[in-house]
C-alpha cells in the first residue's frame, strides 16, 4: 500500500516539480522581415508622397522664379479704316481707306523686372526650406514610430511569455489535482492569472500591430507586415550631444524658412512700390494714308506712345498690403525663435528626465522585483508562504519588466523629439 505525502503549499515533491515548471521560457523569436531605423528612414524617404509633393512645390516655385525674369511678349496690331457700309462707285480699297499694322511694345520702369526675380527667388528658398521641414518631419514620425513598434513588440512578447509560463502552471496544477495533491482553490487562482495574462497579452498585441501599421504608414507602404524584427536594441541609450542654442537657431530649418519669407516679404514691397510707376507702350509701324486728291494711296510711318497717368489708382493697396505683411513677417520670425526656444527647453527637459529613471529608478526597481520573486519562489518552495503570494511576486516581476520596457520606449522618444528640436534629423 503506498504511502501519502502529507501536503503543505509548496512543501511537497510535488512543489519540486513545479518550479521546474516555472523555469524561464525562452522569449519567442518574432517572424517577418528585419527592420532597422537606418532602413525604415530610407524607405520612407523613397516611398512617402510627402517628399514628393515638398520636390514639387520647389518644382513650382523654380517655375515662378523664371516666368518673373521675363519681360513683357511685344503685341502687333493690323487695322482699316474709311470702308463703306455699302457698295460705292468707284471705291478704291487701296486708295481710299487708312490702314495701320504696328507693334509695340510695354516698357517696365523702375526695375520692375529686377524685383519680381528677387521675390521669386525667396519664394524659391521658402520651398526649398519647407521641403527640408517636410523631410525632418517624416523622420521624426518614422523614428518615433519605429520606436513605438519596437517596445509594443516588446510588450508583447513579455506577455505572452508570461502566458504560456502560467499555462504550464496551470497544466500541471490540473494534473496535481486529478491526483488529489492540490487543493481546487488553487488551481481556480492560477487559471485567473493565466486568463488575465492572455487578456493582456491580447490587448498588447492589438497595440503592437497598431504601433506596426502606423510604422508601415509613415514609410509609405502599402504592404503591412503582421510582425517584425527589429534589430535596433531598445537599451542602447547613448547621450546625446546637444548644440548650443544659438547654433539651433541659426540651422534649424524652421528658422531659415521663416528668414526666408521676410526676404520674400521685403522683396514684395519693393515689386509693389515698384509697381507705382507707369509703365508705357511705345508703338511703331505702317500706315497707308487715303489722303486726299491727288496725294491718295500714301505709305506712311506710324509711331506713338501710351502712358498711364497714375491719378486714381498709384498702387497704394497693395503696397500698404506689402507693408502689412512685412511686419507680420517680422513678427512670425520673433514668434518662430520663442518656439523653438520653448521647444528645445521642453525637449531637453523631457530627455534628461527619461534618461534619469532608466539610469537612476528602473534599474533598482528591476532588482528588487527580481529579487523580490526569487525570495518568494524560495520560501514557496520551503512552504514559507503561499500561491498567492508567489502569483503577486510573478505578476510585479512582468509589470515592472513592461514599466521597464515603455520607459525605454519614452526615453526614445524623448531623444527623437530632441534631435528635432535641436535640429540634429536631417
Request: glycine residues 6%; contains cysteine; neutral net charge.
Amino acid at each position: 500500500m503506498g504511502m501519502k505525502i502529507p501536503l503543505r503549499f509548496g512543501a511537497s515533491i510535488a512543489t519540486l516539480m513545479l518550479l521546474c515548471t516555472l523555469a524561464p521560457i525562452t522569449p519567442a523569436q518574432a517572424d517577418g522581415p528585419s527592420l532597422s531605423l537606418t532602413q525604415a528612414l530610407s524607405i520612407a524617404r523613397e516611398r512617402n508622397p510627402a517628399i514628393g509633393i515638398a520636390r514639387e512645390k520647389i518644382s513650382a516655385a523654380e517655375g515662378a522664379r523664371t516666368q518673373a525674369g521675363l519681360i513683357p511678349n511685344p503685341s502687333l496690331t493690323a487695322t482699316s479704316e474709311n470702308q463703306p457700309y455699302s457698295g460705292s462707285p468707284g471705291f478704291s480699297f487701296a486708295n481710299q481707306t487708312d490702314d495701320y499694322i504696328y507693334a509695340s511694345q510695354t516698357i517696365e520702369l523702375g526695375g520692375k523686372r529686377k524685383r519680381r526675380t528677387a521675390a521669386a527667388e525667396a519664394g524659391v528658398q521658402a520651398a526649398a526650406q519647407e521641403a527640408q521641414i517636410a523631410a525632418r518631419q517624416l523622420a521624426a514620425r518614422v523614428a518615433s514610430a519605429y520606436w513605438a513598434a519596437n517596445g509594443a513588440g516588446r510588450i508583447r512578447d513579455l506577455y505572452n511569455d508570461e502566458a504560456r509560463m502560467l499555462d504550464r502552471m496551470v497544466a500541471y496544477d490540473q494534473a496535481r489535482v486529478k491526483e488529489g495533491a492540490a487543493a481546487e482553490a488553487d488551481l481556480l487562482r492560477i487559471q485567473l492569472e493565466a486568463d488575465r495574462m492572455r487578456a493582456s497579452a491580447n490587448l498588447a498585441g492589438a497595440e503592437a500591430q497598431r504601433a506596426l501599421v502606423a510604422l508601415y504608414r509613415e514609410m509609405g507602404s502599402t504592404d503591412f507586415p503582421q510582425q517584425v524584427t527589429f534589430t535596433d536594441a531598445m537599451q542602447a541609450i547613448d547621450r546625446l550631444e546637444v548644440p548650443a542654442i544659438d547654433e539651433v537657431l541659426l540651422r534649424r530649418p524652421e528658422m531659415l524658412l521663416a528668414r526666408a519669407r521676410l526676404e520674400q516679404a521685403r522683396a514684395n514691397l519693393s515689386l509693389e512700390r515698384a509697381n507705382a510707376i507707369p509703365d508705357p507702350d511705345l508703338m511703331f509701324g505702317y500706315k497707308r494714308w487715303s489722303g486726299y486728291n491727288q496725294f491718295t494711296g500714301l505709305n506712311t510711318m506710324f509711331f506713338g506712345a501710351k502712358i498711364p497717368i497714375p491719378i486714381f489708382n498709384r498702387n497704394q493697396g497693395k503696397v500698404s498690403a506689402a507693408e502689412a505683411q512685412l511686419r507680420s513677417a517680422e513678427q512670425s520670425l520673433k514668434a518662430e525663435e520663442i518656439a523653438v526656444r520653448a521647444e528645445v527647453a521642453s525637449a531637453l527637459s523631457d530627455y534628461s528626465r527619461s534618461r534619469e529613471a532608466l539610469n537612476q529608478i528602473m534599474p533598482v526597481m528591476s532588482d528588487r522585483a527580481d529579487r523580490n520573486l526569487d525570495m518568494t519562489r524560495e520560501a514557496y518552495r520551503i512552504g514559507g508562504t503561499n500561491l498567492v503570494r508567489y502569483l503577486d511576486a510573478e505578476r510585479m516581476r512582468i509589470e515592472t519588466q513592461v514599466l521597464y520596457t515603455k520607459t525605454l520606449g519614452q526615453y526614445h522618444q524623448s531623444a527623437v523629439n530632441l534631435e528635432y528640436a535641436t535640429g540634429m534629423i536631417q
